[in-house]
């Protein structure tokens, strides 16, 4: 809709089929490897039926979980406590086995900078992060030397929910570009899906949304970005980034040693939000009986961000 409420059109908002179909799962290069796989793993519970899938269905959002399960008197919950703990863990494995890797490729020292390499391969059989789109997943990155000390952060997640160097944390109407080369503390490799409306403004508010500022979220293996349909296209920047591929993206980070004396400590993180702060502060703007409740169980939460992958190399 427009800001009249005027019918404008359509948006493709969750799209893991389309996304399945396109990738080496889905179009017959490899063996298929269904929804179920994953999400609806076999147990051996009952014979005569084999195989038996249970109906568990875990996704990727233990913080809406966790808010409900410490709720679950205030809410009428009818599920157990161990229910919910149960669902906890299994959404967790899903997340930290089924996800997503990270590696890094190269870490050299040139003169007075490092050279960083880090890839980040999507083993999910649809985009990473999927649904919402207040979901972001980043790359937190930092650099230490010999004694410890911090000489570079690039994604530090805050306590409050929010991302140091996301310019939509500061202006949740903007957005932070993709990169390919990482030079800045300030800047930080989001993968996410932005919205804007038919204004050519950032929206969170699903009504409004009329095409994507950005889609950088982790492709799938085989998927050819340069030739699927609009439905689940690349937007913005990863578009001409030759490694935003099918299957991984590489990231560069150089940074400015500044003296230091190493060896040097690397460590690079998957994060990962099932809620963004940029998303709150939009919802925050429509004061309503239930966002304000809302808001209130999102305050009381612990706000960290899941940790999908890391790895850590030492450079010298």
């Known amino acids: 809709m427009d800001a009249s409420g005027t019918i404008l059109g359509e948006l493709p908002e969750q799209t893991p089929y389309l996304e399945w179909e396109n990738s080496v799962y889905g179009n017959g290069v490899e063996e298929d490897r ?11 519970q009952l014979t005569p039926r084999s195989p038996f899938a249970q109906h ?50 190269e870490a050299t020292i040139q003169e007075d900078s490092v050279k960083i390499l880090v890839n980040i391969e999507n083993t999910a059989g649809h985009k990473f992060p999927t649904g919402f789109p207040s979901r972001r997943a980043w790359v937190h990155l930092v ?11 690039s994604g530090k997640p805050l306590p409050d929910g929010s991302l140091m160097g996301d310019d939509a944390d500061v202006d949740f109407l903007t957005c932070e570009p993709h990169y390919d080369v990482i030079s800045r503390p300030d800047q930080v490799q989001i993968y996410q ?65 500044e003296g230091a004396s190493g060896p040097f400590t690397v460590t690079g993180e998957l994060l990962y939000q099932s809620i963004s702060s940029s998303f709150m502060q939009d919802l925050s703007a429509d004061s309503t009986k239930l966002v304000d409740r809302f808001i209130g169980f999102y305050n009381d939460a612990d706000r960290s961000p899941v940790v999908i992958a890391m790895v850590e190399k030492t450079v010298e």
């Open 34 to 44: 269904i929804c179920q796989d994953c999400h609806m793993p076999h147990g051996g």
């Open 56 to 105: 568990h269905f875990v996704g990727g959002n233990t913080f809406m979980l966790k808010i409900l399960q410490g709720r679950m008197e205030e809410l009428a919950l009818t599920s157990s406590s161990d229910h919910f703990a149960a669902t906890i863990g299994r959404t967790m494995n899903q997340l930290q086995s089924n996800t997503a890797e990270v590696t890094i490729l």
């Open 143 to 153: 650099l230490k030397d010999s004694t410890g000390q911090i000489l570079f952060e």
């Open 193 to 257: 899906s932005v919205m804007q409306n038919s204004d050519g403004e950032v929206a969170y508010t699903l009504l409004r949304g009329a095409s994507y500022v950005k889609d950088n979220r982790l492709l799938l293996e085989g998927f050819d970005k340069s030739k699927v349909m609009e439905h689940v296209a690349v937007y913005g920047a990863a578009v001409n980034d030759e490694n935003f591929t099918g299957g991984s993206d590489l990231v560069q980070y150089v940074i400015d040693l």
